[in-house]
């Protein structure tokens, strides 16, 4: 069990299965060493826990460092995408892999407990693609990124889309190495979310409010969301969106491409 959240998995219990796209390059390879220890310690009393809980993040903020200097050695651009469920996700990066793919190489790390069904669907949208299924696990941590990377291969100055589990909670405590994390919610959650998960938010660098196709049929406040966020993170860009209609898209491609 993972002392940090409570979940019943530890790194090495990810399983990692690769798509390939549609047209993979057979010339193009890369080795990732990366020296990865799966010990997972457990909390047999209260008193240990915080402090089992600073261990594990430590360790995982060492493998961060490590994803970071490999991916920044070899211009790779990784971004940590974090929702909760069903805030459309991979609706976006199948629809930013649509768009964007025949300008520059995208390749998807996909974080779910079960099944592989996202990531044949951005499989399908032309991106390369890892799926890690995490099991009972809530959340993807710098361990099993290292792995999926290895797997993976992104080209050289690619751009990498990490699909978080979806999660409001425990993704924010793990650094995965990413170069920016985005935060997308929906306009079918409540404008207060930004409240109700401060830890989330205040870590963001782009808050992506997407569906706003609905918001005729629904009450949600854009403007009181947008403020919540910026009180916990000052400046940080909200950029409204509709993954399925293409409102907003210019913004959000912009906003990738300043990386």
């Known amino acids: 069990m993972c002392e940090t959240c409570g979940c ?8 990692l299965t690769t798509l390939p796209p549609p047209a993979p390059d057979p010339d193009h390879r890369h080795e990732h060493e990366h020296e990865h220890e799966h010990r997972h310690e457990h909390a047999h009393g209260l008193g240990r826990t ?4 600073q261990k594990v993040l430590a360790h995982n903020d060492d493998l961060a460092g490590r994803n970071r200097a490999w991916l920044a050695e070899r211009g790779v651009v990784a971004l940590n995408v974090m929702s909760s469920p069903g805030s459309g996700k991979t609706t976006l990066l199948e629809r930013t892999v649509a768009d964007l793919g025949a300008d ?88 207060d979310k930004p409240l109700k998960y401060p830890h989330m938010f205040r870590g963001a660098d782009v808050l ?12 949600f406040d854009v403007a009181a969301c947008r403020d919540a966020a910026r009180r916990l993170c000052p400046g940080l860009s909200v950029l409204p969106l509709s993954a399925t209609r293409g409102d907003g898209l210019g913004a959000w491609y912009d906003w990738l491409a300043a990386l």
């Open 8 to 15: 019943d998995a530890a790194p090495g219990d990810a399983r």
């Open 50 to 53: 915080v402090a089992l809980g």
């Open 104 to 191: 520059r190489p995208i390749s998807v790390i996909e974080g779910d407990q079960e099944t592989l069904l996202d990531a044949r669907r951005l499989a399908a949208a032309g991106a390369r693609t890892v799926q890690v299924n995490t099991g009972a696990g809530c959340h993807l941590d710098a361990a099993m990124v290292a792995e999926a990377l290895t797997a993976l291969a992104p080209r050289d100055g690619s751009t990498v889309f990490v699909e978080n589990v979806g999660n409001l909670v425990c993704p924010a405590l793990f650094d995965l190495g990413e170069r920016a994390r985005v935060v997308l919610m929906s306009v079918t959650e409540g404008a």
């Open 208 to 219: 992506l409010l997407n569906k706003i196709d609905l918001l005729p049929h629904v009450d």
